[in-house]
């Protein structure tokens, strides 16, 4: 596995990468996604300093619930719907993180809210003006 910048070129080829493993190798990586989102992280992507200390620096609740999130819904055999913008170089402080669908993919085993189709993680990563 060669890390991948966490651009989005790199997220949607080490989406791809993942796609191709195992059984085995995929259930040891979402292992790793829902104990230790950091290191998954590390080993997946090559991230700038950055990129490491927002990671770093993530609300914990938040961290936790977009692990379980994206392990959820790459073990349903989903891709995450990613899109990250390039910063600008001007603003580089002012970037906005969007996620849809977190909570619904709570509990890969919902079943009491009647939902039997859901839609894709999404995260939108953006810098605005």
Do not use: C, H
């Not at 080829?13 to 085995?24: G, I, R, W």
């Not at 914990?60 to 819904?73: S, V």
């Amino acid at each position: 596995m060669i890390k991948q910048p966490f651009t989005q070129t790199g997220v949607d080829n080490a989406q791809t990468e993942f796609m191709t493993l195992t059984a085995l190798e995929q259930s040891t990586v979402l292992s790793l996604i829902r104990i230790d989102f950091d290191a998954w992280m590390n080993q997946w992507f090559a991230l700038t300093m950055r990129q490491q200390q927002q990671i770093e620096t993530m609300d914990p609740d938040f961290k936790q619930k977009i692990a379980i999130a994206i392990a959820n819904n790459y073990q349903a055999g989903y891709i995450v719907n990613f899109t990250k913008e390039a910063p600008g170089e001007d603003i580089p402080d002012r970037k906005e993180t969007q996620v849809f669908g977190l909570e619904d993919w709570q509990d890969l085993n919902d079943s009491a809210n009647g939902k039997t189709l859901r839609i894709p993680l999404m995260i939108r990563i953006s810098y605005g003006t």
